[in-house]
Nanobody
């Protein structure tokens, strides 16, 4: 079983940037699809972005396209989320997630994704 720990959250002004990290342990992630979800107060947890096991395919929710970038370093067992041009509406708890597969997921799959492994989350707050 893989354990996930997020870091890098914090308070940033609108227009600023943050880089989140997700460190995995217990298993190597080179056979896992990885992703980032977020949940704002009173809202559902939604998939923001996903990446397949070898990094060859990515998914982004429309709300973050062109601003967020997911990447992975399988040698370091770590996944990253670079967030640029942050907006107040990006304020949420961000969760790292994983599912064991070496396949490629469609956008529709990521949109409805329910991975089995989760981190505990890191708070991102964007002030206006």
């Amino acid at each position: 079983q893989v354990q996930l720990v997020e870091s890098g959250g914090g308070l940033v002004q609108a227009g600023g940037s943050l880089r989140l990290s997700c460190a995995a342990s217990g298993r190597t992630i080179n056979s896992y699809a990885m992703g980032w979800f977020r949940q704002a107060p009173g809202k559902e947890r939604d998939c923001v972005t996903g990446i397949n096991s070898n990094g060859g395919r990515t998914y982004y929710a429309d709300s973050v396209k062109g601003r967020f970038t997911i990447s992975r370093d399988n040698a370091k067992n770590t996944v990253y989320l670079q967030m640029n041009s942050l907006k107040p509406e990006d304020t949420a708890v961000y969760y790292c997630a994983a599912e064991q597969t070496v396949g490629y997921y469609s956008d529709a799959y990521y949109y409805n994704w329910a991975p089995p492994y989760w981190g505990q989350g890191t708070q991102v707050t964007v002030s206006s």
